[in-house]
């Protein structure tokens, strides 16, 4: 596998996280304040880019469980 090839499935990864971790807290709120479940599956890359905002809420965090 080619260094191009690593950093791109490593991106689509990342990628896929960001889009879990959003989705599941969806959910989470939406089952809480008795939402329609359609509201969890709520996903609006533009252009296939996450949002800045979206990215900072989402992803990862510094800080490490003990």
Not at 45 to 66: C, E, F, H, T
Request: proline share 3%; net charge positive; hydrophobic share 35%.
């Amino acid at each position: 596998m080619s260094t191009q090839e690593k950093a791109r499935a490593l991106m689509t990864r990342h990628y896929q996280l960001i889009k879990n971790r959003q989705q599941s807290m969806l959910e989470r709120v939406g089952e809480e304040l008795h939402l329609p479940q359609e509201i969890s599956h709520y996903w609006s890359p533009v252009q296939g880019k996450i949002s800045a905002n979206a990215r900072m809420n989402y992803d990862r965090s510094n800080v490490a469980m003990s």
